[in-house]
């Protein structure tokens, strides 16, 4: 099931951005207000709820024991996990994981991941036995689009307050957590770069591109949707306006 | 696994190819009998197949959409296509793969000629040697061409990636694996566009930039490749 | 004003056929000044008009259309056809029968019954792709007997031949009667199966080699020997 937009809203959008202007009063290379509450969740190590525009996401981070992969026996494992709940948006029906959740997990994941923003190396508690595993589970409340964003940015709040069992098997002072990579999404809308597209923006762009860059500005992921495409200027403009959108949200995390 | 120390060694990667330099490539069109179109990849030691049924009628109506037709993807690893056996059934990693596939070649298809209709496109790796996705879109463009589905160009696709600080072409799968970047790519070569951008490691400005020029220039010879493809297929019965 | 490629030369998807002020159908499409292909096909170039004639792709119905249809569900008035495309046809009893039917006195299922194979031709074809049939010429309605083939609806130009010439080949040769309908299906009648065999093979022949020349001489040279050579 998909919701239709109609296409009075469609060419109205469409119409908005050829004079630079957004249905919410933004700038195209505006953000919406994100704010992050942390430590929201008693029952997890670590939690998160970011706002994101309308859009509500909600990660809780549990450290829990775990078996090491066979090659890297002293290493954490990481599991990010996303859900986009039935509540979140008329179009999401209970039942198993829609693609879209997927992608959102997998690209929240490579971000963390690929930035080595956790020190799993740190994670070992009995080599080739038991290891922590640091499970980061995305629940999305409410649609408005930024998806990923959100949960991306709600993930790292999340580790960031992340407090360590109160177990014999922690040695560490604290949650190792070393880099903070977030993810910006730029879609194209009549062959213009809009930053943080809400659902409706979602709707009619051609097509998006999420960019996840660290402190640095190094891009530690990359994921393109939608069935449009890019040039290699876009590429390059989309770049800079994610790394610069990426330190106006990192600044949020303290 | 013994794992290398470096990964490019004077100059040479490890199977002695140059930074630049595409792996054995091979493809053929029209290579099943049911399907509408089909072809079959060789890239390295991945052997993949894509098959596309369509246009065809649309079920459940509902999903129909009055003006154009549904493009449909299912990328699929047969289980013993890689050395740990992959378990039967989509798991989240091909499901990701099926969805930017479908969005890497539906730019180039004029859905609008064909309401309430669907488009199947199945790719099914047999052999896994870094790379599938890539491969993949490639037999798909091709089949998608041999179906007769009208399109403004093909679609071809490569990796590019970052492996002890040097930006290469077509990924192997030590590279992939102990690699710093891993870059799937997808363009449509005539408009010189990009329909599939994928990355996960570390790249700075700089080296993006890099890496998607190598990646257009890497296209060329699979486009080159892909079009005789098609041409091969009518052309050995004309000497008949 | 310039033509990229020669005549009958075999073009991809994406393929710059020609460049400049150009009549284009079929098979091209055009961006700014230049024509491309849209698909794996033949150029077709006659003066100042291009096409490429696709060699593989699906029927799409088009008013005036020959078809073979075959019954796959019937409502209150009238029948759905397959016809071998992404779209089904559409035959009311009353285009069946030619008159009006009084649908309270009569039980349509006296007429058309599933898996019954019709010949009609397009009435109309909407936007949203729906399509009616309709019987009027002779010979139309439900076929009985004969033999069906399907081939690829692209072939079916070559199997009618440049006016009619290969169709002619094939009857004069075969001694039998085709209905070739533009969807890929064709009837074959023969007073006996040994001819029969012989108009298929001879139309299996075409789709297989439809994308070369001289075709209609080495179908016409190997029904010749079909019929001496054979038993």
Redesign the interface.
Known sequence: MYEIISSVKRDYIIDLVKQGKRSDGRALDQLRDATIEMGVLKTANGSAKVKLGKTHVLVGVKLMHAEPFPDTPDSGVLIVNAELLPMASPTFEPGPPRVEAIEVARVVDRGIRESEAIDLDKLGIKSGEDVWSVFVDIDVLDHDGGLIDAAALAAIAALTNAKPPAEEDWKLPEFPLSKKPVAVTIAKIDDKLVVDPCLDEERVMEARLTITTIDDGSICAMQKGGAGHFTREELQQAYELASAKATEWRAKLG | MDEPEKLIVDGKRLDGRAPEELRPLKIQAGVLERADGSAYVELGNNKVFAAVYGPREMHPRHDQESDKAVLRCRYSMAPFSVDDRKRPGPDRRSMEISKVTKDALEPVLFLELYPRSVIDVFIEVLQADAGTRTAGINAAAVALADAGVPMRDLVTSVAVGKVDDTIVLDLMKEEDQLGQTDMPIAIVPRKKVVTLLQMDGHFTKEEFRQAVDLAFVGCEKIYEAQRQALKEKYAIKEGE | MMIHVKNRE?V????LVAEGDYRYSE?T?REKDKI?S???GLADVKGDQIRVI?????Y?PHVGDLVVGVVIDSHKSGWILDLNS???GNLFVSELVHRKVDLDQEDISQYLGMGDVVLASVKEVS???RVLLETMDRGMGQIKGGKMVEISP?KVPRVLGRKGSMLKVIEERTGCTLAVGQNGRIIIWGDNPQQVNLAVEAVLMIE??A??SGLTDRVSLMLEKEKSGGI
């Open positions: 075999v991809v998807p994406g393929q098979g499409f491309y849209a698909v794996v696709p060699l593989q792709g699906r799409m992404p779209y089904s936007e949203r792709m692209a297989r080699e994308h070369t």
